[in-house]
Structure formats: structure tokens, C-alpha cells
């Protein structure tokens, strides 16, 4: 059984307050966008997994997904499976990418053995495995609070806008992303900011990290700066980085001078449809 694990951008992103517990409170809006991996499952003598394209760090038994196979397994019998992961989400790219192929397993998984889950169940048995992994069962735009694990709905709609994707090779640390930043206030609550034209976005919404990572990562900036310079209406920094989305008007776009102008740095170009 094949499914196919989508990412998510950062509509604004601000870091309100350090928490007692050493963690930070957030205020962001999670947008699903149509780049994914390709996610593969069968019933197998024994458990395997297999990665292909971008490299992963760490043991490959211990990724998400096969951290979910045995999270599952406490409460449900599952056979043994071999898994398939073809990797084109970039990793350490801040659009949650690892967290997608987790709640992806984990929905395939609950349809391939009938184990009878529903939406909510299944988001309170993968929120433990990492903030953002309970977003990608619904795969729902929300305003997303507390450390990035407390979704409401928002109306949010990009549909027709060109999105562009650019990720340099630059390694940005979430650890160090978060030790430099300031937790503030923002000027405008982001329920706000999203009612107003896509057009004021650039002045009104922000991503708080982007001003510890681009003294660090002036590269970063750089392609921020550009994808303005060649005609973006709104582009920012996602999560802690290190890739910048932009959208763009359909009229405005040049496909081919984005990649002459970003053909160092990994490149994803579609046009947003509406979310069912």
C-alpha cells in the first residue's frame, strides 16, 4: 500500500513567551502545500525499512515511522512489514517532513489492519512523538498555539497563487534557532493578519525567527530578499528554517528565471488548489 506524505509552510510564526518547562509558546498558522514523500508499506517476513533520496540522520529503525509501527503495536497486532520511505520533502527544511511520513504511517496503518481508529484518536497517540505530527492526520489549515500542539481551525485560502519552495544546504539548528530568539508580543494577533489582502501580508506577518537565523545564515536572507526582487507578492522564512516560501500571482511568475537565479539551492515550483 503506497500513500503519499504531504508538508506544511508557516503562515507567520512568533514566539510569545519561554514557558517554565524550558519550552516556548507560539503563535503560527500550519498551511498543508502539495510537495511529499512517497510512503510504502507491505507485509513483509520481517520488519524493514529502506530509505531513498534525501539522507536522514540518526538509526533508520528508529525514524518516525517505524517508532509509530511500535507505538501502534502496544495496543493492536500488527505483522511484521517492510517499509518503503522515497524521501521529497528536504529534511531540516522546517516543513515538517519527518512529522508527515509519522501521522501518514500511522493513518495507513490504521487502514491496512482495520485497527478502528478515528481522527482524534490517532492525533492523541501521535502528538507525543512531536508537535507538529497531529497537523497531518487532518492535513487542515490551523492556527496552531501552545509549543505548536494546540490547533484551531483557520479560514485560510491559497488557492491559485504559484508557491515556490527554496532550500540552500544551510543547517539551521531548532536548538540555537530557539536560544536566540526573543519571545514578544505580537503587534498583531495572526487571526488578524490573515483577514487582510495577501498583499499586506509582507508588512503585518512575520516569521520570529528569521532575525537570529539571518545573522547566522546570510544566505537565507538572501533568497528572501531575491524571490521579492523578482516579483513575490508575500515569501518568509518556514518554521526555524532553512527554506523560504513565496507566493506568488500567476501573472507574475517567470519559472525559468527562478531557476536560473536559485539553481544552487533545491528548487520546488507548483500551483496551489483548493483544500477538500
Given at each position: 500500500?503506497?500513500?503519499?506524505?504531504?508538508?506544511?509552510?508557516?503562515?507567520?510564526?512568533?514566539?510569545?513567551?519561554?514557558?517554565?518547562?524550558?519550552?516556548?509558546?507560539?503563535?503560527?498558522?500550519?498551511?498543508?502545500?502539495?510537495?511529499?514523500?512517497?510512503?510504502?508499506?507491505?507485509?513483509?517476513?520481517?520488519?524493514?525499512?529502506?530509505?531513498?533520496?534525501?539522507?536522514?540522520?540518526?538509526?533508520?529503525?528508529?525514524?518516525?515511522?517505524?517508532?509509530?509501527?511500535?507505538?501502534?503495536?502496544?495496543?493492536?497486532?500488527?505483522?511484521?512489514?517492510?517499509?518503503?520511505?522515497?524521501?521529497?520533502?528536504?529534511?531540516?527544511?522546517?516543513?515538517?517532513?519527518?512529522?508527515?511520513?509519522?501521522?501518514?504511517?500511522?493513518?495507513?496503518?490504521?487502514?491496512?489492519?482495520?485497527?478502528?481508529?478515528?481522527?482524534?484518536?490517532?492525533?492523541?497517540?501521535?502528538?507525543?512523538?512531536?508537535?507538529?505530527?497531529?497537523?497531518?492526520?487532518?492535513?487542515?489549515?490551523?492556527?496552531?498555539?501552545?509549543?505548536?500542539?494546540?490547533?484551531?481551525?483557520?479560514?485560510?485560502?491559497?488557492?491559485?497563487?504559484?508557491?515556490?519552495?527554496?532550500?540552500?544546504?544551510?543547517?539551521?539548528?531548532?536548538?540555537?534557532?530557539?536560544?536566540?530568539?526573543?519571545?514578544?508580543?505580537?503587534?498583531?494577533?495572526?487571526?488578524?493578519?490573515?483577514?487582510?489582502?495577501?498583499?499586506?501580508?509582507?508588512?503585518?506577518?512575520?516569521?520570529?525567527?528569521?532575525?537570529?537565523?539571518?545573522?547566522?545564515?546570510?544566505?537565507?536572507?538572501?533568497?528572501?530578499?531575491?524571490?521579492?526582487?523578482?516579483?513575490?507578492?508575500?515569501?518568509?522564512?518556514?518554521?526555524?528554517?532553512?527554506?523560504?516560501?513565496?507566493?506568488?500571482?500567476?501573472?507574475?511568475?517567470?519559472?525559468?528565471?527562478?531557476?536560473?537565479?536559485?539553481?544552487?539551492?533545491?528548487?520546488?515550483?507548483?500551483?496551489?488548489?483548493?483544500?477538500n
Amino acid at each position: 500500500m503506497k500513500t503519499h506524505p504531504i508538508a506544511k509552510i508557516n503562515l507567520g510564526l512568533y514566539v510569545t513567551e519561554k514557558r517554565p518547562d524550558g519550552y516556548h509558546n507560539l503563535e503560527t498558522v500550519f498551511y498543508p502545500i502539495p510537495i511529499h514523500d512517497e510512503l510504502e508499506v507491505e507485509e513483509a517476513n520481517e520488519d524493514s525499512f529502506t530509505l531513498v533520496g534525501f539522507h536522514l540522520e540518526g538509526d533508520p529503525m528508529d525514524n518516525l515511522v517505524m517508532r509509530v509501527l511500535r507505538n501502534l503495536r502496544q495496543d493492536f497486532s500488527i505483522p511484521p512489514v517492510s517499509v518503503r520511505l522515497s524521501k521529497g520533502i528536504p529534511s531540516g527544511a522546517g516543513m515538517g517532513g519527518g512529522s508527515s511520513d509519522a501521522a501518514y504511517m500511522m493513518r495507513m496503518l490504521n487502514e491496512m489492519f482495520s485497527l478502528g481508529l478515528t481522527d482524534d484518536e490517532m492525533e492523541q497517540r501521535i502528538a507525543p512523538l512531536g508537535a507538529d505530527c497531529a497537523f497531518f492526520i487532518r492535513q487542515r489549515p490551523v492556527l496552531a498555539t501552545g509549543i505548536g500542539n494546540v490547533f484551531a481551525p483557520i479560514k485560510a485560502n491559497l488557492s491559485g497563487y504559484a508557491l515556490v519552495l527554496i532550500k540552500p544546504d544551510d543547517f539551521v539548528s531548532t536548538k540555537e534557532a530557539y536560544s536566540l530568539v526573543s519571545p514578544k508580543q505580537p503587534a498583531e494577533p495572526l487571526t488578524t493578519t490573515m483577514q487582510r489582502p495577501i498583499e499586506e501580508w509582507r508588512e503585518h506577518m512575520h516569521n520570529d525567527f528569521e532575525l537570529s537565523v539571518f545573522a547566522a545564515h546570510p544566505t537565507i536572507e538572501a533568497i528572501k530578499q531575491q524571490l521579492y526582487d523578482i516579483g513575490a507578492t508575500y515569501a518568509l522564512m518556514s518554521g526555524s528554517g532553512s527554506t523560504v516560501f513565496a507566493l506568488f500571482k500567476p501573472a507574475d511568475i517567470n519559472k525559468e528565471e527562478i531557476e536560473a537565479n536559485f539553481k544552487e539551492h533545491f528548487v520546488y515550483i507548483a500551483t496551489l488548489g483548493e483544500i477538500n
